[in-house]
């Protein structure tokens, strides 16, 4: 009799522990922030706008940030801008690219010890083997208005600090990273003023499309999605193709003499006149 009830009150907590462990995992299970999925596809052809005028973007004010789960925690960081431009059109943007820097890449939310840990881990060939691959691009194949609607159809995600708030543009462009070139598309918000341009997006990705499948501890897997923010900024100065054609005449900026094309043509005239 006493074996008997001992053996039920073994199943009883064996059954406890097993739904309490249960509970545990699915209560430590951290997903990838609420944001939109971008819609991902093929690499596409990138087309050159005519007559739009070139804009560099500021590296030091923009950024790239990122944000990587697993079942235990969360980790976040970001990654450099190296270099990049945008095209401009009619007031707003018709292209563009930047470099991403990826040997900057740097795990920012726990200690000394353990971001340097990650840091080193993310840069190896587990992950984004920056050795091999020490630039990723992104560029634009194209801008259209936003309809309300994410790039993967019903409505944008619940706006918290992880989704663009009131966007007004859907971009698409070439995501490189690695060797693995895929287009994808998501909403951003856009202003183009005389202040320059500045343009935010935040959107999960499916890392394991650009072939960085390392699966993560047995009992600590990591998700599949990684978070991006990006945040472009650029200069109020002179686009390229306006300061081009204003100084191809003898009037450079806004009234100001160009002396070297003026003296050209006075000298010119002068030649005539005395061969004739």
């Known amino acids: 009799m006493y074996i008997h009830i001992k053996q039920k009150m073994m199943k009883k907590t064996t059954i406890f522990t097993l739904v309490g ?18 819609k991902t596809g093929d690499a596409k052809e990138v087309s050159i ?33 190296k270099s990049g431009d945008l095209q401009l059109k009619d007031g707003v943007i018709a292209g563009g690219k930047f470099v991403m820097d990826m040997p900057t890449l740097i795990s920012l939310k ?20 920056v050795a091999k691959f020490p630039e990723s691009t992104f560029e634009i194949t194209g801008v259209k208005p936003f309809t309300g609607a994410t790039a993967t159809g019903g409505d944008q995600a619940e706006i ?26 998501f909403p951003a918000k856009i202003t183009v003023n ?26 600590d897997l990591i998700q599949d999605m990684i978070w991006f923010g990006i945040s472009l900024k650029a200069s109020a100065a002179e686009p390229t193709a306006l300061k081009e054609k204003q100084s191809s005449g003898c009037f450079s900026n806004a009234g100001s003499v160009n002396f070297p094309a003026l003296l050209f043509i006075v000298a010119q005239t002068f030649i005539s006149a005395r061969l004739f």
Request: hydrophobic residues 35%.
């Open 110 to 129: 726990d200690d000394a010890t353990t971001n340097g840990k990650l840091t080193g881990h993310l840069l190896s060939p587990d992950f984004f083997d």
């Open 194 to 219: 005389n202040n320059g341009v500045d343009a935010v997006a935040k959107f999960n990705i499916d890392r394991k499309l650009w072939n960085i499948v390392y699966p993560g501890m047995p009992d």
């Open 21 to 38: 462990a249960i509970a545990l995992t699915f209560t430590a299970c951290k997903n990838a922030p609420d944001s939109d999925e971008a």
């Open 49 to 81: 706008t005519e007559g739009a005028a070139t804009v560099a973007i500021n590296t030091t004010d923009s950024k790239v940030e990122w944000i990587g789960t697993k079942l235990s925690a969360y980790h976040s960081g970001t990654v450099n801008i």
């Open 160 to 185: 918290s600090e992880y989704t663009v708030a009131d966007p007004n543009f859907m971009v698409s462009g070439n995501l490189k990273i690695k060797d693995v070139t895929k287009n994808i598309e």
